[in-house]
Structure formats: C-alpha cells, structure tokens
C-alpha cells in the first residue's frame, strides 16, 4: 500500500445524511493489521444511528460495525503469515489485557471498550486498520457478504446457547423478524426434532417455512 494512496470513506453527517468522502488509507501501528474491505452490513443500529436515536454516536462519524475483508498491511510484532488473509473482525476494541479482554468478552473491559462504527469510525470505509487481535479467519465456504453480516449472528446464537437447546427438543420461536429466521436455522443444527414459528407476517413465515420451519403458526 503506497503513502498517501485514497481511502474512500461514507461518513454519516448526522440528519440521516451520508457523505462519501476521500481519505488517506491509514498505516497499522505495532499489533495491528490494515484491512481492504470487501462487505460490510448495514445493521438496524446504524439506521438508528443515522436518524439521531443512538444514545451515544456522534456525527460525523464512519459507520460499519460489521465488515470482512483482506489484510493487505501488518504492523509491526504481527505475524506476517496474516498477510493476505481473508477475515472477519470483531468491533469492539478493549484494552486487550484485563480479565475481560483475555476471555474474549471484550465489550465489558475494564478500561472502557469503544466500538468500531459507534464510537470510531468504521468499515464503511475501502480501508480500515484494526487490532490483529479482532481478527478471524474465513473458511473457504464463508462469502465476505455473509461474514460482513455477522452482528445478527450474535442475539439468536446467545439465546440458543442460553436455552440450551438438545437433539430431539421441540422448539417454539415467537417472531418472524430476522434474528427469529436465523434462530430457527440455528436450532435445526443444534438438532431440534421440530421447530415452530409463531409470528404474523406472511412473507417471512414463508421464509421460515423455506429454512426448515416444521410449522408456521399467523399468530
Ligand atoms: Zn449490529
Ligand atoms: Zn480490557
């Protein structure tokens, strides 16, 4: 990556507005990786925070808190087999040494976690460096498109976990929206004998139906 070379950037201005503006690509410091993005998603909190209703965003910021692409620069100490890689990142950015950060709950560091695309700016973005530490590999099978949408991945898995679904079990999903579509997928690998959906959109309990629901219930 040359000095000086352009990073284009879609920065939120506030009001709902987004500017696309030209940067310059940043350089990775020690322990850091500089990303070539090649998706990123666009999650409901950024429609939340592009209107103004996040309680903390502040324009003018970079949006994007999910994104995956390739490393093209490693800082210095990084391994330099990373180079080239194709990852996803995790947004969140902690200290990287308190109990928290070590097992992996970085969101609840000591010294205060900030967050990519909330609190700093973003993967809405050509270029973005991170901590080699957010980083994780995508397996061949894994699209940027689908490791760049990863955020909604987070609720439906933590509530499958937290339920602790078994093989036989008979599960009952109250919604239709998307984190509902995605759980309904994620009980059918954790080997749920049937799986219902109770919500009342048409569209999306076909959709369900689609993804393996074994009954819709319009409720
Ligand atoms: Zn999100
Ligand atoms: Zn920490």
Redesign the pocket.
């Known amino acids: 990556m040359g000095v000086g070379a352009v990073n284009r950037v879609a920065v939120w201005t506030g009001d709902n507005r987004v500017e696309i503006e030209e940067r310059t690509v940043p350089r990775p410091g020690p322990g850091e990786v500089l990303l070539k993005i090649k998706a990123a998603?666009i999650?409901?909190?950024?429609m939340h925070m592009l209107s103004g209703a996040h309680p903390h965003a502040k324009s003018p910021l970079v949006p994007g808190?999910?994104f995956a692409g390739d490393i093209v620069e490693i800082g210095r100490g990084v391994d330099k087999r990373l180079s080239g890689m194709r990852v996803g990142s995790d947004?969140y950015i902690g200290c990287g040494k308190c109990v928290y950060c070590l097992s992996g709950k970085v969101q609840l560091c000591d010294k205060g976690t900030r967050e990519l695309g909330i609190d700093l700016d973003g993967g809405w973005a050509e270029y973005i460096v991170v901590p080699e530490r957010n980083v994780y590999f995508l397996p061949d099978d894994v699209e940027y498109h689908e490791a760049g949408a990863g955020?909604?991945l987070?609720c439906p898995m933590a509530a499958v976990e937290m339920v602790g679904i078994k093989p036989g079990d008979t599960v009952l999903i109250i919604g239709d929206g998307p984190s509902s579509l995605i759980m309904l997928q994620l009980a059918g690998l954790k080997g749920a004998a049937g799986v219902i959906v109770a919500g009342h959109r048409e569209k999306r309990l076909a959709i369900a139906r689609q993804l393996g629901a074994d009954l819709v219930v319009n409720t």
Do not use: P, R, Y
């Open positions: 998603g999650c409901g909190t950024d808190h999910e947004s955020c909604i987070n």
